[in-house]
């Protein structure tokens, strides 16, 4: 079974760090690209960030590019995002996502629980 | 690229047909999903690339659109349909989603 957890969610006052984590399982980790997904709760999903299975080519949405850092560590089946710098609009319930190619496009196939930062002094 | 959703929400009743427009702010071939999320829950791929189906979604939805302008169909709409859903280019990077269709029940 395909399971991915995130964690590392936390209250943390402007300015500060928090590190994400999202464990997976039921899967090749090495295989497939991953994302990060933000949503504040009652709107939309806002895609974050992008690796690839080999650690390379990370992509950020605007919002966050130089504050924020996606990685991996496939020995360790786990996903990162390092959010440094934060801001209260960075308050949000961080999804962790799998891609999946399939026929010549990629879709975000399984997702995590999610787990909530709150940005707040 | 920017993504747009009409409408923002619609109330209909079971055994509708639903229909959601997405429009992207330049062309992203067919690079367009779907997704259905309901409250509290991660969101569920429906549809990739256009109109391919997730396995495991039911036929009663389809997708639709090239280039700039998409279409997500709900045929026959279920109580389990009640959700809010975004469509997303996967064109190029960042991959923005629409804004959303919350779909509710009339």
């Known amino acids: 079974e395909v399971q991915l957890v995130e964690s590392g969610g936390d209250l943390v006052q402007p300015g500060g760090s928090l590190r994400l984590s999202c464990a997976v399982s039921?899967?090749?980790?090495?295989?497939?690209?991953m994302h990060w997904v933000r949503q504040v709760p009652g709107k939309g999903l806002v895609w974050v960030s992008r690796?690839?299975?080999?650690?390379?080519?990370?992509s950020y949405a605007d919002s966050v590019e130089g504050r924020f850092t996606i990685s991996r560590d496939n020995a360790k089946n786990t996903l990162y995002l390092q959010m440094n710098s934060l801001k209260v609009e960075d308050t949000a319930v961080y999804y962790c996502?799998?891609?999946?190619?399939?026929?010549?496009?990629?879709?975000?196939?399984?997702w995590g629980q999610g787990t909530l930062v709150t940005v707040s002094s | 690229i920017q993504m747009t959703q009409s409408p923002s929400s619609l109330s209909a009743s079971e055994g509708d047909r639903v229909t959601v427009t997405c429009r992207a702010s330049?062309?992203?071939?067919?690079?367009l999903n779907w997704y259905q999320q309901k409250p509290g829950k991660a969101p569920k791929v429906l549809i990739y690339?256009?109109?391919s189906l997730q396995s495991g979604v039911p036929s009663r939805f389809s997708g639709s659109g090239s280039g700039t302008d998409f279409t997500l169909t709900i045929n026959n709409l279920q109580p389990e349909d009640f959700a809010t859903y975004y469509c997303?280019?996967?064109?190029?990077?960042?991959?923005?989603f629409g804004p959303g269709t919350k779909v509710d029940i009339k």
């Open positions: 996502a799998r891609a999946t190619y399939s026929s010549g496009w990629y879709m975000s196939d399984y």
């Open positions: 039921g899967f090749t980790f090495s295989r497939y690209w």
């Open positions: 690796i690839k299975n080999d650690g390379s080519s990370p």
């Open positions: 330049q062309t992203i071939s067919t690079y």
């Open positions: 690339g256009v109109s």
């Open positions: 997303q280019q996967t064109y190029s990077t960042p991959f923005t």
